[in-house]
């Protein structure tokens, strides 16, 4: 008998049992209610749901969440997007202890007896896990908004998770459509399904993402979130267009880009925006949806067991401050037009950038003085929260943008130039690099859709670097990990190899725990073992 002790099947079990709020579940004398009972209270006061649905997004910014004290590494949703930024070839960092994110860089992260392997897998399971606590409670026929609201944010919270899942543990949809992916958990899925449950195919997973994106649109018409840390139809429509974009359905991935804009009213960051450190403040008016951070949270609380500690410069109280600084690979910085402002979110080879003062340099040398990784091509993007002109501060309370304006530009601009409409798309993106990125000069797209999207892709790896999104993209286009070009790399000598598009490496694995406890995957149903590449 298999032992059952990962999230997919112990959350079920508290599922079974916990359809909301644990007050709902017991009566005055000590009885417990009945499923019936606890969805007539929910019915009857939908706000009583209310803590289930703020336990979803919770999952996302929870200090030690998946694998428990002693790991620096496991603070949320930003916490993968740095394992997937470091598995890529735009990211590069010291080879140190103190780079957390080390393993994922050298590709150790591919055991599947491996932590990292674990916190990716039970990070997404977890939440799919509250959203199916929210599902299980509410009947989906029911008129109230509020509930509708809450079926909306669980369902579109859902293929959020799918749609991460999907990408980490198979190959992108289009060639892929009936290799095995992972299992599907829904609100319906019992706990002794969840003991015999095969890795599902990629188009049987991608059919229940868009199934939820599609009910969760429809649920959260009208709805009114609190602030941007929930999601609404704006939202739910950029979820789908990242679907439909990965599905290549071209032409569905450009209007609901374009829905999202309009639904949100987003815009990008204008030139004067980002000519100093930014992108650390939900309130601004590119972002579409955010992980809030406040000071009260846990994973500020700590001091280092955060997203600042371990990528943005200007908290030097953190793991960069004792050399895992982040810097962009030499290649791409090398890329970007010298009259482009994004060539000043990184240091050049003289430690210089428009984005940082004086006072800024002389702390970090300070700080960094026995560390010899300082210089170079060290990113300024990220500000700290509260400080002045980007100086350091105490407190690393940044909130983590998880879409914003820019991306859904890019999505549409692709979709145009995919779908037919190349000329629609070339404009489209030059009046985005033009209007809000060009210090001075004149930035020109290519005429051809596959030149476009070349360029897109391009655009998305400066624009979006370090906010999780390389390694998808390079999944999603088939791309090779190319961190050495024509012999010139940032990347540390270990580290300074390139691998083929879709390679088995690649590919997450299947964590050996659910294996254990998963009666329907066997050794022989996971991803390939592949040991990580070497140099030379």
């Known amino acids: 008998m298999k032992k059952l002790h990962n999230y997919i099947i112990v959350l079920l079990s508290i599922l079974s049992i916990s359809g909301c709020a644990d007050f709902l579940d017991t009566v005055p004398e000590g009885g417990t209610i009945t499923e019936e009972q606890k969805g007539k209270a929910i019915e009857s006061n939908p706000s009583l749901l209310a803590a289930d649905v703020a336990a979803m997004y919770a999952n996302m910014i929870e200090y030690v969440g998946v694998l428990g004290e002693g790991y620096h590494n496991d603070f949320g949703y930003a916490a993968a997007c740095l394992y997937m930024d470091s598995n890529g070839a735009d990211m590069t960092c010291a080879n140190i202890g103190y780079n957390w994110f080390s393993p994922n860089s050298s590709y150790a992260d591919r055991e599947y007896s491996n932590m990292r392997t674990l916190f990716m897998w039970n990070l997404f399971y977890k939440q799919i896990a509250s959203a199916n606590i929210v599902l299980a409670s509410v009947d989906p026929e029911t008129d109230d908004p509020l509930l509708r609201a809450y079926i909306g944010q669980a369902l579109a919270i859902r293929a959020f998770d799918y749609l991460n899942l999907a990408q980490l543990h198979q190959f992108t949809y289009v060639g892929h459509e009936n290799e095995k992916c992972v299992p599907i958990v829904t609100e319906n899925t019992t706990a002794e399904e969840a003991s015999n449950n095969p890795r599902a195919t990629v188009t049987k997973v991608y059919e229940l993402i868009m199934d939820d994106l599609n009910k969760a649109i429809a649920a959260l018409d009208g709805f009114t979130r609190k602030d941007k840390g929930y999601i609404d139809q704006a939202v739910a429509y950029g979820l789908r267009a990242r679907a439909n974009l990965i599905m290549n359905n071209w032409e569905a991935a450009a ?97 210089e950038s428009s984005l940082t003062k004086t006072s800024v340099y002389n702390q970090w040398r300070e700080t960094a003085s026995a560390d010899g990784d300082f210089g170079a091509y060290l990113n300024v993007k990220f500000a700290a929260d509260g400080g002045e002109d980007g100086l350091y501060v105490q407190t690393p309370a940044q909130d983590w943008f998880l879409m914003r304006a820019e991306e859904m530009i890019f999505i549409k601009a692709e979709g145009l130039a995919m779908s037919g409409s190349p000329t629609e798309a070339k404009t489209l993106l030059e009046n985005f690099v033009n209007n809000n990125r060009m210090v001075k000069g004149t930035y020109t797209a290519p005429s051809d859709a596959a030149g476009l999207q070349e360029e897109i892709w391009y655009q998305r790896r400066i624009e979006l670097w370090g906010e999780g999104f390389s390694f998808f993209d390079i999944m999603r286009l088939k791309k090779p990990v190319q961190r050495v070009v024509n012999n010139v790399t940032s990347f540390p000598d270990a580290w300074q190899f390139n691998i083929p598009a879709e390679s088995p490496i690649l590919l997450w694995l299947v964590p050996k725990s659910e294996i254990e406890a998963n009666q329907g995957i066997s050794e022989e149903d996971n991803n390939e073992k592949v040991d990580p590449p070497t140099v030379g």
């Open 255 to 351: 209007s609901d880009a374009d829905s999202a804009l309009l639904l949100s009213g987003a815009i990008p960051y204008s030139l004067s925006q980002v000519s100093v450190p930014a992108f650390y403040d939900a309130t601004d008016a590119n972002v579409m949806w955010a992980n809030i951070i406040t000071e009260n949270n846990d994973i500020v609380l700590t001091g280092i067991i955060n997203m600042p500690s371990h990528l943005c410069s200007f908290y030097t109280d953190g793991y960069v401050g004792v050399g895992a600084w982040k810097k962009i690979n030499k290649p791409l910085y090398d890329k970007i037009n010298a009259n482009d402002i994004r060539k000043q979110w990184w240091l050049n080879e003289d430690e």
